[in-house]
């Protein structure tokens, strides 16, 4: 398996830490407004990303933050008239709304910044006592940047070009522009904790850099993030744990590319951006994990509607194979193989092979769906003619090993039942205006044999699943 190392920028085979486990760390959220389109690419691609080390063997254990104290989490709070830990739930549970819909599995631990206030005090203090950080009169601590030789090194920027870029600002407290804070001393009116340089809340940086060591210990495999997170974020995190713990912080670093709308980056502060919760109101939430999908995670991606309807378009494309061959496995011929499907299924490892392949190159998920797809053309060929119950089964099995992978056919199942039990009760209601006996009956039976009750009630007709 290859992976593209943002920090050597090639791409390199992956060797884990430990045989068979894979620690893997994606910068969250900051919980203080709905996602929108732009954030839910790397939330979707590290998913699949997850499930792909899953299904080669691998234990994954995944960390992803949520940032729940920051200056947007705190004006929000203040414009609402409620405090920052309740707009930092609310918003935590509106991403939880959206990575379900999205089919993303929550990660293995979600800590907050909040809950991991000890480890970051913690580490605070080291890089103090190791002589990186130095705290000021102000009450705020910051990160003595040019001792950190190795600065610049994710972003390849030499630190010549980063000073001279350097803004600098009205703060005299700190000794180099570059320096960062770790610890913010608290204004009136904010969220603080107690921490030996007086009452504060953490810079954003350090929260990783606690993270990790505490879930995961001094080195991971991989860190993920989008690539604005590049600089400076990752590269303080780098900074922050390498000084602080003397050993290597990843092993691999991979970025996503932007997802741009006309050619520009989607965010909130150009405004350009549509939240998730509207897009999946739009087009439904699948078609939008499928189109972050059609492209390969690094390349910039466009947003439009012709984009999210060619997504809708291959998604329904799968949806009527998978219901094709569902059905076929119920009312095909008896017994099967036969001779076509066989030929499909004889093939299966050559299509595994392959979409492996494309994978193992630095998750190259664009050339999975083209296997994907070829599978289910090949599959839907083989069943046009004669087909057998237990050749479509066993097509629709080899389909779904495909699709599990990347996550996807997970959005119609109950939505498809519903319809279906809905559909059925009002054609009962309608034999049964029409006198026709039999009829309702028998539909009541169909029904009873998915597995439906039926109930009258003064509401009407109700119904449960046995
Ligand atoms: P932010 O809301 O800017 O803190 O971003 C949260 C996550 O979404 C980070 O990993 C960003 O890199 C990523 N992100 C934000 N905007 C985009 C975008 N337009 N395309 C891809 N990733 C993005
Ligand atoms: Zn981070």
């Known amino acids: 398996m290859e992976i593209f190392n943002s920090m050597t920028r090639r791409k390199e085979e992956f060797v884990p830490i430990e045989e068979g486990k894979v620690k893997m760390y994606a910068c969250g959220p900051t919980v203080y407004n709905l996602i929108h389109v732009g954030n839910a690419r790397p939330i979707i691609l590290f998913d699949v990303l997850r499930r792909y080390f899953e299904y080669r063997g691998y234990e994954v254990t995944f960390v992803q933050n949520f940032t729940d104290v920051d200056d947007k989490i705190i004006k929000r709070a203040n414009e609402e008239g409620i405090t920052a830990q309740e707009v930092a739930e609310k918003y935590i549970q509106e991403y939880f709304t959206d990575a379900k819909g999205l089919g993303v599995r929550p990660a293995t631990i979600h800590p907050k910044a909040t809950e991991t206030m000890d480890e970051i005090i913690n580490l605070v203090q080291t890089l103090i006592d190791k002589g990186y950080a130095y705290p000021v009169p102000s009450g705020d601590v910051y990160y003595r940047t040019l001792k950190f030789k190795g600065y610049g090194k994710l972003s390849h920027q030499p630190i010549e070009d980063l000073m001279s870029g350097a803004r600098i600002d009205v703060n005299d407290e700190k000794e180099n522009p570059l320096d960062f804070a770790l610890w913010k001393a608290a204004k009136p009116g904010e969220p603080y904790w107690e921490s030996p340089w007086g009452k504060g809340r953490p810079g954003w940086h350090i929260e990783c850099s606690a993270m990790n060591r505490k879930f995961m210990g001094n080195t991971i495999d991989i860190h993920c993030g989008g690539e604005d997170l590049q600089f400076p974020h990752h590269e303080n995190e780098i900074a922050q744990s390498e000084a602080a713990n003397g050993e290597p912080f990843a092993h691999y670093w ?29 087009y439904g939430y699948e078609p939008i994990r499928f189109f972050m999908l059609s492209a390969h995670y690094r390349t910039p991606l466009n947003y439009s509607r012709e984009s999210l309807e060619q997504a809708q378009a291959a998604l329904e494309r799968l949806y009527t194979a998978k219901d094709n061959l569902s059905f076929l496995s119920q009312n095909g011929a008896e017994g099967g193989p036969n001779a076509a499907e066989q030929a499909v299924l004889d093939q299966a490892d050559s299509f595994r092979e392959r979409f492996d392949a494309a994978m193992d190159d630095d998750f190259n998920t664009a050339d999975a769906v083209s296997v994907l797809f070829e599978v289910v053309r090949a599959a839907n060929k083989a069943v046009s003619e004669n087909a057998t119950k237990a050749g479509a089964a066993a097509l629709l099995k080899l389909v779904l090993e495909f699709t599990d992978v990347l996550g996807l056919l997970y959005g119609k199942e109950e939505e498809s039942l519903d319809e279906k039990v809905e559909a059925l009760i009002a054609q009962r209601q309608q034999a049964r205006k029409d006198r026709n006996w039999a009829e309702a009956d028998r539909i009541r039976d169909e029904l009873k044999a998915m597995g439906i009750t039926l109930m009258d009630t003064k509401q009407g007709v109700q119904w449960k699943k046995d």
């Open 254 to 282: 991979m970025h996503n590319g932007f997802l741009n709308i006309d050619n520009k980056k989607m965010s909130k502060s150009l405004g350009n951006f549509f939240t998730v919760r509207d897009a999946a109101a739009a």
